[in-house]
């Protein structure tokens, strides 16, 4: 490994290359830092990355994120790939219903140019998968959901859904409404998600802006994105990337750090671990951190992603939303993964903790029937693959109480950072919450160090 460093500048270490690392990465050369950024794995990207089976092209699962994550799409700019994830004109959701009569098997969920909270107004009044009576009910929740503070400690006590029941919400308005959001968002059902995040995911998505739901991702491999242009960026900004590397221990080295990785040491006068939870406590020193244990009781939570390829064009848009179907989002991978004939669905899968094992000959015998009741052109078609991607810990488990639990950036010891998205970003785990981490762990670096950086993005510090 090459660490030769420019002595007038200070080093920093970042360990992990995903999202919160590669902000921190950046930001913290932006600030005049001379950075190196260690990550075990070959690739960058951390837990949104793409691989390769035979001519496609596949990301692990599908990504997507809100015009309101204002820090992600930062790093999407930061990147020059604010173009290859564009973000759609207005929020528009098709959700397909296939126990409803054939004329109501679609609804929509989209929005106008009206301000908050008529903006949604006409969608919910002509929403056919609810009642009259609980689109109204489904209005004065939202209305009650946009005067409460997410940062409200007493909020993260309690489950999203007693506070629904609370708020007279129906279990068909649960699931046809806010579950539909909650679970793809959130990957907990309302029953297992503390109200604290329940309530900062709809007042910032629904409630903040017009505009701050619609929705955006890659129309190309997300390893495009989080790895081949992020590893241009880096070196553009003078960082010295090493992958495949394994970080063996973090320890004090007089007034600044030692950090060892494959039999040698690299110098640091800051470092920033961003790792996931578990692998963040292991590298922890003793002390760095009041009750460091409670990082091993941050649980995690899976999704399952399956992918099938059918011989001909059986979905015309982009992607939909399913109900009273195993099927919770499907979306249309076919130009960005590379297929030349047929076409590539992606369902996204969250909470998934009940199918994350599943053989793959049984999640096939469930879900092509699934698929065919949802789109009936699959009748006909032929299926020339059928796989599954699973990420077992793929976010920290947004349950009740998991609030006290995550951490801060700062940690005892002066010059050691924390980042991911498991810390008190006050969002769920998200690329948006990965990179705010990022972002803060940067600036509190860089404070340290009397290298204040004017922070690019006021809303995300």
């Known amino acids: 490994m090459t660490t030769l460093q420019d002595p007038t500048r200070p080093r920093a270490v970042v360990i992990g290359g995903g999202l919160a690392g590669t902000t921190a990465a950046l930001r913290l050369a932006d600030g005049g830092a001379d950075v190196t950024l260690v990550e075990s794995r070959p690739r960058l990207g951390g837990l949104a990355f793409s691989f390769r089976r035979g001519d496609l092209t596949v990301d692990n699962g599908q990504h997507v994120y809100l015009r309101c994550c204002t820090a992600y799409r930062w790093f999407l700019e930061?990147?020059?790939?604010?173009?290859?994830?564009?973000?759609?004109?207005?929020?528009?959701?098709?959700?397909?219903?296939?126990?409803?009569?054939?004329?109501?098997?679609?609804?929509?969920?989209?929005?106008?140019?009206?301000?908050?909270?008529?903006?949604?107004?006409?969608?919910?009044?002509?929403?056919?998968?609810?009642?009259?009576?609980?689109?109204?009910?489904?209005?004065?929740?939202?209305?009650?959901?946009?005067?409460?503070?997410?940062?409200?400690?007493?909020?993260?006590?309690?489950?999203?859904?007693?506070?629904?029941?609370?708020?007279?919400?129906?279990?068909?308005?649960?699931?046809?409404?806010?579950d539909l959001v909650g679970v793809a968002t959130l990957n907990a059902t309302a029953p297992r998600t503390s109200m604290g995040l329940a309530a900062m995911v709809f007042k910032t998505g629904l409630l903040s802006d017009?505009?701050?739901?619609?929705?955006?991702?890659?129309?190309?491999?997300?390893?495009?994105?989080?790895?081949?242009?992020?590893?241009?960026?880096?070196?553009?900004?003078?960082v010295r990337t090493e992958s495949g590397v394994k970080v063996r221990a973090v320890t004090r080295d007089g007034d600044g750090w030692s950090v060892a990785v494959d039999g040698e040491a690299l110098s640091a006068d800051t470092v920033v671990l961003a790792t996931a939870q578990r692998e963040a406590h292991a590298l922890l020193p003793d002390g760095a951190l009041d009750d460091a244990d409670r990082l091993l009781d941050i649980g995690t939570a899976p999704i399952l992603n399956i992918h099938v390829l059918y011989d001909r064009t059986v979905l015309r848009r982009p992607f939909f939303a399913a109900l009273g179907s195993p099927v919770q989002w499907v979306f249309d991978r076919t130009a960005a993964s590379g297929l030349a004939e047929g076409q590539y669905l992606a369902l996204s899968q969250s909470a998934a903790g009940d199918e994350i094992?599943?053989?793959?000959?049984?999640?096939?015998?469930?879900y092509l029937p699934e698929l065919e009741r949802l789109l009936p052109p699959t009748r006909g078609a032929e299926v020339r693959d059928f796989f599954v991607t699973r990420e077992r810990t793929a976010t920290f488990d947004p349950a009740p109480g998991v609030g006290r639990l995550r951490p801060g950036t700062h940690t005892r010891a002066p010059g050691l950072y924390l980042a991911g998205a498991w810390t008190a970003t006050g969002w769920p785990a998200t690329m948006e919450g990965a990179v705010r981490s990022g972002f803060t762990a940067a600036g509190a670096a860089l404070r340290a160090l009397g290298r204040p950086h004017e922070h690019p993005l006021k809303e995300a510090a």
Do not use: N
Not at 212 to 234: C, N, Q, Y
Not at 357 to 366: F, K, Q, T
């Open 78 to 178: 930061r990147v020059d790939g604010a173009h290859l994830a564009p973000v759609q004109d207005r929020l528009d959701v098709p959700v397909v219903d296939p126990r409803r009569p054939a004329g109501a098997r679609l609804g929509r969920l989209r929005r106008s140019a009206l301000p908050v909270p008529l903006h949604l107004a006409a969608s919910l009044a002509s929403y056919p998968h609810l009642s009259l009576t609980e689109r109204a009910g489904a209005a004065r929740a939202a209305l009650a959901l946009g005067r409460l503070d997410p940062a409200d400690p007493a909020l993260d006590g309690i489950d999203f859904a007693t506070w629904l029941g609370r708020h007279g919400q129906s279990p068909r308005a649960v699931e046809a409404l806010w």
């Open 210 to 238: 017009p505009g701050a739901a619609d929705i955006g991702w890659a129309r190309v491999p997300l390893g495009e994105l989080h790895d081949t242009l992020a590893r241009k960026a880096l070196a553009a900004a003078g």
């Open 357 to 366: 094992d599943a053989p793959v000959a049984e999640l096939r015998e469930r």
